[in-house]
């Protein structure tokens, strides 16, 4: 089975909010930590999400990647290594699995929109449960 997605971006870190002074020592760029900056990481992990749960994949960074689901829950993965041109408008993210799950360990490949080549690939971490931080006007 293969699936294509095309990289966005947003994150944060667990049971911490994010924010582009604690950045740096998280290994996440500053754009990446400012994308997630709505997010509180909780510290609970799981290591595989089911395919037809997932809504979208978006690289933050090229370590960094936001996995919505469709049942509105988000959810934080590192990459092992970096993920060239992941977080790069005209590059998308593939991945192909056996399995109706994509865990971690799985490797995903960073492919140029327009020639088709690969220009990366890596390997998924844990998937961090994110909670979304209450819209403060909503108050």
Do not use: W
């Not at 924010?19 to 900056?37: K, P, V």
């Not at 590059?91 to 490949?109: D, G, K, N, P």
């Amino acid at each position: 089975m293969k699936h294509g997605l095309l990289p966005v971006a947003t994150i944060a870190l667990g049971a911490a909010a994010f924010s582009s002074a604690n950045a740096g020592e998280a290994g996440m760029s500053a754009a990446a930590a400012e994308r997630l900056a709505n997010y509180t990481q909780t510290g609970e992990t799981t290591t595989c999400l089911s395919l037809r749960s997932i809504r979208s994949i978006k690289a933050l960074d090229e370590k960094h990647f936001l996995v919505t689901t469709r049942n509105k829950e988000a959810y934080l993965n590192v990459v092992s290594a970096k993920c060239n041109n992941a977080h790069r408008a005209n590059f998308r993210i593939e991945y192909t699995t056996s399995q109706s799950q994509l865990c971690r360990h799985e490797i995903i490949r960073v492919v140029d929109n327009s020639s088709g080549i690969a220009s990366g690939s890596c390997s998924l971490g844990d998937f961090e449960r994110l909670e979304k931080k209450a819209d403060p006007e909503a108050s």
